[in-house]
C-alpha cells in the first residue's frame, strides 16, 4: 500500500477541533463528513464537548479505541504541535494540517517544530495552511465551505492540485457549475511534508486520475519536481498554471506560502523540458484538460473544420494557423461522397460550410467522413444551434460518432441559453464544448503538444 493511500481512502478518519459552534472550520469539515459520502468511520475529537450531532466526542485520538488512518488537524496554530504529538502516538499513518499561521506569516520555527514531529514517529502530512483533500470516488471532503455554498464536483478524470486553498475552492464551486468533472482535488499549502512532486507521482499512479492539473507558485525542491515530471508526463499529461510570474506577483508570493517563486523564465524552460504543459490561466487549465481527459492521442495535427456559420469557420481556420495546426485535406473520395449527400451550395473544402439550413442529417454525413478519412487527424466541429433547420438531435449524432473515440473531436458552439443546454448534454457524453475558436484551437495545440511527446517517447496513454 502507498502511504498516500491513507490520505484519499481512509477507513476511519478523526476530526480534530471538531468545534460545536456550526461557523467554526472544524464543525464545518465534521459535518460535511457526516452529511457527505464517506463510508468510513468518523471521529470527533474535542475535549470540551460531550457530543456532535448525536455522536461522541472524544478528548484525544489518544481515548479513541480503535485505529484511525486520517486526521484532519482544525485547532490553533500553537496547539498543533501537541495535537500532532498525539496523532504521532496514535500511529496514524496520515494528517491534514487544515490550520494557518506557520511559514506564510514568519512562523518558520513552528513548522520545523511540526515537521520534526512527522517525521519522529514517520506520519505523513498535507498542509498547513490548506483546505487539504476533495475525493468523489472516496467521500473524502475537507473543504471547510459548506456545500450550500460551495458547489462539488461529480466523478471524473481530472486532477487537480493546488497550493492556493482559495484558488482551489473557486475552482471545484465553478467546475460543478460547468458540470466538469473531477477525479481528486487537493489543496496542500506550505507542504511541510508531502509536496506538489510528491502528489503528481503519486497520481501517476491513481486510476480514476487521466490529467494531472496544477496551480501553484514555487515548487519546493526544483530537481526532484523536475525529475518527477519528467518521469511521469508521457504517462499521463501535466498542466500546470504557475502564480507569481512579475516582480509584483513574486513579492505577493512571498506573504502568501511563503515559497520562492523564482524566475518565470527558469520554470517556464524546465517545464518545456519536463513535458509538462504550462498555461496562462485557469480557465486554459480546464480547457486543457477536458480535451486531454476525453480525446484519443491524434496522429498528427491535420484538422478538419465543419461548420454552419461561415465565419466562425473562417476564424477557426485563422486560429489553427496561427497556433502551427495544418488544415486538413480531405480525399477526393470523401469530399466526393459529401457533395453528393448535400445540396449544392454546400462548400467541401476545409472548412466544410453546411450553411445556415443545415440539419442533424448533412453534420452526420460530414462527420462521419472526416472520421474515416485518414488525411484527418482531429475534427472541429462547429455548431451554431440557433439556426432553424437544426434540431437538438444533433447531439446525439455527435455524441455516438465521437463515442467511437477514433479520432479526436470538439465542438465550437457559441450563442446563450439554448446553446448552453446543448452543450452541457454533448459534456456530459465526453465531448469538450467551446465557445470561442481561440478557446477550442489553443486546447487542440496542448493536444498536439503532448501527441508529439508521447510519439516521440514512443509511449501510450
Ligand atoms: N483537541 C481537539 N479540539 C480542541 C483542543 C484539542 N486539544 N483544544 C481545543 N479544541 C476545540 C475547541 O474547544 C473548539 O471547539 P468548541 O468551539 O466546541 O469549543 C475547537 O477545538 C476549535 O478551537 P478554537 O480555539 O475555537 O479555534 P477556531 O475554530 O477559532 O480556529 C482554526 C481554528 C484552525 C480554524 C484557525 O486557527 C485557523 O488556522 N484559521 C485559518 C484556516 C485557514 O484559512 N487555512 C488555510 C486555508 S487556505
Given amino acids: 500500500m502507498n502511504q498516500l493511500d491513507y490520505f484519499f481512502q481512509p477507513k476511519s478518519v478523526a476530526i480534530i477541533g471538531a468545534s460545536r459552534d456550526p461557523k467554526k472550520i472544524g464543525h464545518v469539515i465534521f459535518r460535511n463528513f457526516v452529511e457527505g459520502k464517506f463510508a468510513g468511520e468518523i471521529l470527533p475529537i474535542n475535549p470540551n464537548a460531550e457530543e456532535l450531532f448525536g455522536r461522541k466526542c472524544y478528548p484525544s485520538v489518544l481515548s479513541v479505541n480503535s485505529k484511525i488512518d486520517l ?160 518521469k511521469i508526463s508521457s504517462k499521463k499529461p501535466v498542466i500546470v498554471l504557475k502564480g507569481g510570474t512579475t516582480e509584483e506577483g513574486t513579492t505577493a508570493v512571498a506573504s502568501h506560502t511563503g515559497s ?70 480531405m480525399s477526393s473520395q470523401n469530399i466526393e461522397k459529401i457533395k453528393k449527400a448535400c445540396p449544392p451550395h454546400v462548400v467541401v473544402k476545409n472548412p466544410i460550410d453546411l450553411t445556415g439550413d443545415a440539419d442533424t442529417e448533412r453534420y452526420k454525413i460530414a462527420i462521419e467522413a472526416a472520421a474515416e478519412d485518414p488525411n484527418v487527424d482531429i475534427i472541429a466541429v462547429i455548431i451554431l444551434f440557433q439556426i432553424p433547420t437544426l434540431t437538438p438531435d444533433v447531439v446525439d449524432v455527435v455524441s455516438a460518432i465521437s463515442d467511437k473515440k477514433t479520432k479526436p473531436l470538439i465542438v465550437i458552439a457559441g450563442g446563450g441559453r439554448y446553446t448552453e443546454v446543448l452543450k452541457k448534454s454533448l459534456e456530459d457524453f465526453g465531448v469538450p464544448c467551446f465557445s470561442y475558436p481561440e478557446q477550442a484551437v489553443g486546447a487542440l495545440r496542448a493536444l498536439c503538444q503532448y501527441a508529439s511527446q508521447v510519439h516521440s517517447k514512443g509511449a501510450k496513454k
Fill in 71 to 230: 486526521a484532519v488537524i482544525t485547532v490553533p496554530a500553537p496547539i498543533v504541535p501537541s495535537v500532532l504529538e498525539e496523532c504521532g502516538k496514535k500511529k496514524i499513518p496520515a494528517v491534514i494540517i487544515i490550520t494557518g499561521g506557520f511559514k506564510e506569516i514568519g512562523n518558520a520555527d513552528l513548522e520545523d517544530q511540526v515537521l520534526k514531529i512527522l517525521k519522529k514517529h514517520k506520519m505523513h502530512a498535507i498542509g498547513p495552511n490548506c483546505i487539504g483533500i476533495f475525493d468523489p470516488y472516496s467521500g473524502v471532503d475537507t473543504f471547510f465551505l459548506p456545500r450550500y455554498k460551495l458547489e462539488r464536483p461529480g466523478k471524473g478524470k481530472i486532477a487537480f492540485i493546488s497550493q492556493s486553498g482559495a484558488l482551489g475552492s473557486v475552482i471545484l464551486d465553478w467546475m460543478a457549475m460547468k458540470g466538469y468533472k473531477i477525479s481528486k482535488f487537493i489543496s496542500y499549502g506550505n507542504a511541510v511534508d508531502v509536496d506538489e512532486a510528491d502528489l503528481m507521482e503519486y497520481l501517476a499512479e491513481d486510476k480514476d486520475t487521466d490529467v494531472i492539473c496544477a496551480y501553484f507558485e514555487g515548487v519546493k525542491e526544483g530537481r526532484k519536481f523536475y525529475d518527477i515530471t519528467k
Fill in 260 to 329: 520562492l517563486a523564482g524566475s518565470a523564465e527558469i520554470y517556464a524552460t524546465a517545464f518545456r523540458q519536463a513535458g509538462v504543459i504550462q498555461t496562462e490561466n485557469v480557465e486554459q487549465v480546464f480547457d486543457f484538460a477536458r480535451v486531454l481527459s476525453t480525446q484519443p492521442i491524434p496522429k498528427g495535427n491535420r484538422v478538419q473544420i465543419i461548420t454552419d456559420g461561415g465565419g466562425y469557420g473562417v476564424m477557426t481556420t485563422d486560429w489553427l494557423v496561427k497556433n502551427g495546426l495544418k488544415l486538413a485535406q
